[in-house]
Nanobody, 121 residues
Framework: VQLQASGGGSVQAGESLTLSCAASGLTFRNYGMGWFRQAPGKGREFVTAISWSGGGVKYADSVEDRFTISRDNAKSTVFLQMNSLKPDDTAVYYC???????????????WGQGTLVTVSS
């Protein structure tokens, strides 16, 4: 399984970014997908997840109403639209294949290499 994340960069507070994660080596439509992040000096934290069909989503409280996860099963790609970015959103963002396809848990089993998002004030 390979997960290739892209779209990170440096932005000002209040701006937007969209991350993409292209998956290969698995039947993408069978799996839940998630985004996690790790800020400098901190542990990795859950950001958001989407069920295999896209019908179920979960968000961390810190990103609710600002971030949107979506997926295109035909292109084996999951997206993270990030609006109203804050300096606290600065982190390396990782996409992951989840153990549960219906979001019964958000445990990741396969991980991408991460993409850096830097938000300056």
């Amino acid at each position: 399984v390979q997960l290739q994340a892209s779209g990170g960069g440096s932005v000002q507070a209040g701006e937007s970014l969209t991350l993409s994660c292209a998956a290969s080596g698995l039947t993408f439509r069978n799996y839940g997908m998630g985004w996690f992040r790790q800020a400098p000096g901190k542990g990795r934290e859950f950001v958001t997840a989407i069920s295999w069909s896209g019908g179920g989503v979960k968000y961390a409280d810190s990103v609710e109403d600002r971030f949107t996860i979506s997926r295109d099963n035909a292109k084996s790609t999951v997206f993270l639209q990030m609006n109203s970015l804050k300096p606290d959103d600065t982190a390396v963002y990782y996409c992951a294949v989840l153990r549960s396809n219906e979001l019964r848990s958000t445990e990741g089993v396969y991980w991408g290499q991460g993409t850096l998002v830097t938000v300056s004030s």
